[in-house]
């Protein structure tokens, strides 16, 4: 299966966006609407997929690190089970902005009008 660099990705999406550009100057009507509907669905996937994937990957990686750490030195487990609630806190926060700037613009679009 050949792998997608990102450089095509990002010139496809450019693609997508200066093909919608056109539709959005011209009068309104529903024709435009629909597009800008549909974008901001688009933008709302793009919004809570890498936040939903970055929030996961982080936890992980601090999950590991706090189980290594325990097992290194069980005495600290107290502390370091603390510690890792804490920021795991903190790392779902930023899937939580991902999932407000998505509902926002779903539901909430000061560009639909």
Known sequence: MKKTSLKSVLFTLFLLIAGALPALAGE?????????????AIGAGLA?????????????????????????????????????????AIIEALAIYGLVIALI???????AG
Not at 28 to 40: D, H, P, R, V, Y
């Open 28 to 40: 309104g009507g529903e024709s435009g609407k629909a597009l800008i509907l549909g974008l901001s």
């Open 48 to 88: 809570i997929g890498p936040a939903a994937g970055g929030a996961g990957a982080g936890q992980g990686q601090a999950v590991r690190g706090a189980c290594e750490g325990m097992a290194r030195n069980p005495q600290m487990a107290g502390k370091l089970t603390t510690t890792m609630f804490i920021g795991l």
């Open 105 to 111: 613009l779903l539901y909430a679009n000061p560009l």
